[in-house]
T-cell receptor
Framework: GAVVSQHPSWVICKSGTSVKIECRSL??????MFWYRQFPKQSLMLMATSNEGSKATYEQGVEKDKFLINHASLTLSTLTVTSAHPEDSSFYIC??????????FGPGTRLTVL | GNSVTQMEGPVTLSEEAFLTINCTYTATGYPSLFWYVQYPGEGLQLLLK?????DKGSNKGFEATYRKETTSFHLEKGSVQVSDSAVYFC????????????FGAGTRLFVKA
């Protein structure tokens, strides 16, 4: 089946630094990738949708300058959390969709900002 | 608007008990419906899906039927195992100017030996 990987799986950083998370579709070309955020014991909240080669579409309330998304190729999207603060600590999950309608989810990246 | 409502957890069952997790939805158009499972510390895995009314999705002993008349997609399993302990998310997918998945709040299931 379709596999989506994320790197790193966990990261700890100091407040004020930036962190980049990669999302890759390993065996298919992802026309669309999605980034979600999940707080402990809560559901997934869609942050943004990105299509290869174009700007990401952010959900209401998500800061574009805070969460930079780049979808440079059909197999790679990156999320950069800029000037991270403790309140940005969360579980970030990406998903990728091919030309069909199914989304394939990555294993998630746990970010802890000290 | 589009939304998914699922029963609050946690749900605690003994091994071999019958499981039902209720899920209802509100949607414009004709959504696809999904159940995802999340094991501790992991991402989401698609458990089963249904794309149109009266479709039944099934996998690993779990099943759910797309009921348009009651806008429901309840998850059932006849005999749960300890390894089924996880969080289960009901979700709907809509293709309206771009495909989006909307998740319910999740239901945590604990199965005791």
């Amino acid at each position: 089946g379709a596999v989506v990987s994320q790197h790193p799986s966990w990261v700890i950083c100091k407040s004020g630094t930036s962190v980049k998370i990669e999302c890759r579709s390993l065996d298919f070309q992802a026309t669309t990738m999605f980034w979600y955020r999940q707080f402990p014991k809560q559901s997934l909240m869609l942050m943004a949708t990105s299509n290869e080669g174009s700007k990401a579409t952010y959900e209401q309330g998500v800061e574009k300058d805070k969460f930079l998304i780049n979808h440079a190729s059909l197999t790679l999207s990156t999320l950069t959390v800029t000037s991270a603060h403790p309140e940005d600590s969360s579980f970030y999950i990406c998903s990728a969709r091919d030309e069909g309608i199914w989304q394939y989810f990555g294993p998630g990246t746990r970010l802890t900002v000290l | 608007g589009n939304s998914v409502t699922q029963m609050e957890g946690p749900v605690t069952l003994s091994e071999e008990a019958f499981l039902t997790i209720n899920c209802t939805y509100t949607a414009t158009g004709y959504p696809s419906l999904f159940w995802y499972v999340q094991y501790p510390g992991e991402g989401l895995q698609l458990l089963l899906k249904a794309t149109k009314a009266d479709d039944k999705g099934s996998n690993k002993g779990f099943e759910a039927t797309y009921r348009k008349e009651t806008t429901s997609f309840h998850l059932e399993k006849g005999s749960v195992q300890v390894s089924d302990s996880a969080v289960y998310f009901c979700a709907l997918g809509l293709n309206t100017g771009g495909f989006k998945t909307i998740f319910g709040a999740g239901t945590r299931l604990f199965v005791k030996a």
